[in-house]
């Protein structure tokens, strides 16, 4: 099955500055790509997402950046707010019928005001 | 708040006992799925239903574990005979049929504490 590994674990940084979450995936099938953010006691929501026959993908502050060949997916969020700290979580979704996301373990973004 | 909801938001309960869980999607969307998240980690894949038909099961999902979802709306989630290791955040999702973008739609969540 899709194995999805995100780093950092955690990213501390400065108010402004930019985020980059990364992730990698093993199943090469896999061709659809959402990160998801959540905050303390909250659901998870859809933050942007990109599938296998794009390479980037940005909605303002935010884009993501897909490697098909390397299998690996970046978030970046740039001129990061107070506001953006939460845990992000990436998933990849394989080519098969059941639609199911194998998600990463999750990046405990902080941003200091 | 539209949107899935998940009932109830907390729950706790002794070693032993039988728990429900109740999910109601996003009304037009038939398909809803059971993830466990435990901290520090991301969502685990339960289970996944297409309108009443239950067409995945995860191998995380035990004999102790059964979901429905019997007029394929909303869904249930029971744990029979639970253990400390079951206390865990069980999310609901679920997403439309046949959509381009397939998103899955996540509710709040129920946080089981087994004692």
């Known amino acids: 099955g899709e194995n999805v590994e995100q780093h950092p674990s955690t990213l501390s940084v400065q108010e402004g500055d930019s985020a980059v979450i990364k992730c990698t995936y093993s199943?090469?099938?896999?061709?659809?790509f959402p990160w998801y953010k959540q905050e303390l006691g909250k659901r998870p929501q859809l933050i942007i997402d990109i599938r296998s026959n794009v390479g980037e993908k940005k909605d303002q502050r935010i884009a993501v950046t897909l490697n098909k060949t390397a299998k690996h997916f970046s978030l970046h969020i740039t001129e990061t707010q107070p506001e953006d700290s939460a845990v992000y979580f990436c998933a990849a979704r394989g080519s098969g019928g059941s639609y199911i996301p194998t998600f990463g373990r999750g990046t405990s973004l902080i941003v200091h005001p | 708040d539209t949107g899935v909801s998940q009932d109830p938001r907390h729950k706790i309960t002794k070693r032993g006992q039988n728990v429900t869980f109740r999910c109601d999607p996003i009304?037009?969307?038939?398909?809803l799925y059971w993830y466990r998240q435990t901290l520090g980690q991301g969502p685990e894949f339960l289970t996944y239903f297409q309108n009443e038909a239950q067409l995945e099961k995860s191998r995380l999902l035990s004999d102790r574990f059964s979901a429905e979802r019997p007029k394929g709306s909303f869904s249930t989630l029971e744990i029979q005979r639970t253990e400390q290791g079951d206390s865990a955040m069980y999310l609901c999702a679920s997403s439309p049929f046949g959509s381009s973008t397939d998103t899955q739609y996540f509710g709040p969540g129920t946080r089981l504490t087994v004692l």
């Open positions: 199943d090469s099938a896999s061709n659809y």
């Open positions: 009304s037009e969307h038939n398909r």
